[in-house]
């Protein structure tokens, strides 16, 4: 898609602030909130016990008796993506209380109509995404203390203990160390508009400290979350009803439609992030992940989704790294995509970790009743993981440049 791009200008300068993007936060919601006005009390009692009731078998039993709430009086935005967390995690707690080998296959209307119409309010599918899992949910302990998990908190959670807190929250501090690449990739994209190679030297070298910063991060998942608990526990609650076996016709959402919805599960692709670097480094991918990753866009946030495309419409960095002459732009360029082709390999081995290997041990072990055999080779978001994460990173290695003769 690259050469298409390079005549093409957003209508106005990018600005964070028009995204809904925080210099400070990056994608993450600034101060989330904990709880929704009292007279959605009966959602919040039942999501604030979701552990429990789900390992107790008692979810579905609490869903049935939940009284039908109007969510009119869910006034701000933050009190509209609470509550779409709030509803996307009891529905994935009530389809999969019992496990993949029987899902719930209609959701009640109590719960139905108002995750429907508040999907509808904030422009997200009826799931659990990547902006309820993570960008909506963290609280800081001590709001003066560190970005470090000891201070971090998960405002709604699953089964799975501390490795599950873990793997939201060491997710949220990825996000959080990408604010300084996103902010960067403004003043970049201002760069080569202005055609200033300095400020681009600048924003490049911001960007590679950014990943770099990422791939810290995110390497805290192999000291706090327990491979094991990640497969056989925490899985299943991020799996959807599109592209999997356990579930191939969908599920019916009781008083909003006769028909069964498909929706993907949860996705490190639904987080905007690694996408916007993409298209501001001009990292072309293959036409079946490019498909992938396009309809993962659906799941994010509008305006966030409308920053991609923004990005993608403005001038080509690459060609302007390549034409303007200026060497050590292309050296800082090609530094940046080196990090995050780095980024994209701790990436694979973490997904061989958490996934390929901790299912050959789950199946050695013969846990038939609790081994989610339906996804073994497949990504929650319904991807065939392994050959997806290959070919995106060599695309990212593929994109580094050559100076011109």
């Not at 030297?201 to 590679?208: C, S």
């Not at 991918?285 to 495309?309: I, N, T």
């Not at 080509?316 to 995509?337: D, E, F």
Request: aromatic share 8%; with cysteine; proline share 6%.
């Amino acid at each position: 898609m690259e050469p298409q791009r390079q005549n093409l200008k957003p209508a106005t300068r990018l600005s964070l602030r028009r995204y809904h993007i925080s210099e400070e936060y990056g994608f993450l919601l600034c101060s989330p909130l904990k709880e929704l006005p009292d007279q959605y009390r009966p959602w919040m009692e039942i999501a604030n016990k979701l552990p429990h009731l789900i390992e107790s078998h008692q979810l579905r039993a609490h869903v049935h008796k939940m009284p039908l709430l109007d969510c009119r009086f869910l006034k701000s935005h933050r009190e509209q993506r609470l509550a779409h967390l709030v509803l996307a995690a009891i529905t994935m707690g009530f389809v999969w209380q019992e496990g993949e080998t029987q899902p719930q296959k209609v959701l009640p209307r109590t719960l139905a109509i108002p995750f429907v119409e508040v999907s509808r309010k904030l422009g997200l599918p009826a799931i659990l995404v990547h902006s309820d899992l993570v960008l909506t949910n963290w609280t800081k302990r001590n709001p003066e203390g560190p970005w470090e998990i000891s201070n971090l908190e998960a405002i709604i959670s699953f089964p799975g203990g501390e490795s599950l807190r873990a793997f939201i929250l060491v997710t949220v501090l990825v996000e959080k160390a990408a604010a300084p690449g996103i902010k960067a990739l403004v003043q970049g994209v201002e760069a080569v508009l202005q055609r200033s190679q300095d400020a681009l030297l600048q924003a490049l070298q911001q960007l590679r400290l950014s990943i770099q910063d990422i791939t810290r991060a995110l390497a805290q998942m192999h000291d706090y979350v327990d491979p094991d608990i990640f497969y056989t526990v925490i899985r299943i609650f991020l799996s959807g009803w599109k592209d999997n076996p356990a579930m191939p016709t969908g599920l019916v959402y009781e008083g909003v439609a006769t028909e069964p919805l498909r929706y993907s599960g949860g996705s490190a692709a639904q987080s905007s992030v690694l996408q916007a670097f993409d298209e501001f480094l001009g990292i072309r991918h293959c036409k079946e992940s490019v498909g992938f990753l396009q309809r993962m866009r659906d799941y994010m946030p509008p305006s966030h989704k409308a920053f991609l495309e923004d990005l993608h419409s403005s001038p080509s960095l690459r060609n302007y790294v390549l034409t303007s002459g200026a060497g050590s732009c292309l050296v800082a360029y090609n530094q940046c995509v080196e990090a995050l082709a780095e980024l994209r390999s701790h990436h694979i081995n973490m997904v061989a970790r958490y996934i390929i290997s901790a299912a050959a041990k789950a199946r050695s072990r013969m846990l038939s009743h609790l081994l989610p055999h339906a996804l073994e080779d497949r990504g929650t978001g319904g991807t065939a993981v392994m050959s997806f994460l290959k070919s995106i990173k060599e695309k990212t290695v593929e994109a580094i440049l050559q100076p011109c003769a």
